[in-house]
């Protein structure tokens, strides 16, 4: 039987226990005072399609509800958008009131031509600052051309707070022109002096449509620190996601099928995230795609 004293070790034993397993796991803190919380946030870049009403059966309003459920289904916290019209994020404002997006279109930096828009869960998110600049030699002038691009093109970035994980971090969407070969070369040495300039140590994401396969220069500039014009370590989460890639190799269907060695949609971290999981989705509704991309998704998490 016991005595008096050693009931009264074994409760403030129970006690110290108690007090000792609280303080980890309720105020969820170190000893040091630093946040131990890590949530991962699954990130996506998806090319629309503009909406052009040659596309028949695949044209914009047969396929919205079905774009509109691939951020939904596929539990987006941030989703880069390239090719969208102010008409078709209108249409996805309707449908997805739990984003809140940043851009502007690119041919005057208001709402005319395609944006590359960053969409961001709102309740989870908070817009700190954004910005867009143009793929020339002018970045800085509304609906200029550089280079030997055939069309505008832009960057659109946005730095955003996590509040979950009481983090901020800086996203970059971009689309890269289908013609020029030396304006694809140069948005990426662009786009990584901009990212030097405007990161100010916060964790980066690089995502896009590159029109670009790993074998060219504009990937290779953002893959190898040592072909940029600043040195800026970028990791293609394809290859260094944690489980490895799921799904296609290749992001380009044209409606049709998915085409063998066509992967020219990226998601790019720099060393502050670690990726968990990285994919491009094959989803097909009654036949039909979604778009004529398929959407490439990435769980990231924060490097402590």
């Known amino acids: ?29 170190t000893s040091g005072g630093s946040t131990t919380i890590n949530e991962p946030m699954r990130v996506m870049s998806f ?43 209108r249409d996805l404002d309707e449908m997805l009131p739990e984003f809140d997006w940043v851009g502007i279109g690119r ?15 709102s309740d989870r998110f908070d817009l700190v600052e954004d910005g867009t600049f143009w793929l ?44 020029g070969q030396e304006a694809r070369r140069n948005s990426s040495k662009l786009i ?24 060219q220069d504009p990937y290779k500039i953002l893959a190898d620190p040592e072909l940029g014009p ?5 990791f293609d989460g394809f290859y260094h996601s944690r489980y490895g890639h799921h799904g296609p190799t290749s992001t380009w269907n044209a409606f049709r099928e998915i085409y063998p060695d066509r992967r020219i949609d990226y998601i790019f971290v720099d060393t502050n995230f670690s990726v ?4 491009i989705l094959a989803d097909i509704r009654d036949g039909h795609f979604p778009s004529d991309h398929l959407p490439v998704v990435a769980d990231l998490e924060f490097k402590h």
């Open 136 to 179: 020339s030699e002018t970045p800085d002038v509304p609906g200029s051309m550089g280079w030997d691009t055939a069309i505008t093109r832009i960057v659109t970035w946005a730095r955003l707070y996590d509040k979950k994980n009481d983090r901020r971090f800086i996203v970059f969407n971009t689309h890269y022109d289908h013609r």
């Open 1 to 29: 039987m016991l005595s008096n004293s050693q009931y009264i070790i074994i409760f403030l034993s129970l006690i110290f226990f108690l007090i000792s397993a609280t303080s980890c796991t309720e105020t969820g803190r």
């Open 276 to 279: 968990i999981q990285h994919g």
């Open 192 to 215: 990584l002096q901009k990212v030097s300039e405007l990161s100010g140590g916060d964790p980066v994401i690089v995502m896009g449509d590159l029109n670009a396969v790993e074998s």
């Open 230 to 234: 600043v040195r800026v370590e970028l």
């Open 47 to 89: 090319n629309i399609r503009f909406d052009n009403p040659a596309d028949g059966p695949d044209a914009w309003p047969h396929r919205k509800d079905f774009v509109a459920s691939m951020f939904r289904f596929h539990k987006n916290d941030i989703v880069g958008t390239q090719e969208g019209l102010i008409n078709q994020l």
């Open 107 to 121: 041919d005057d930096g208001g709402e005319a031509g395609e944006f590359c828009a960053i969409y961001y869960k």
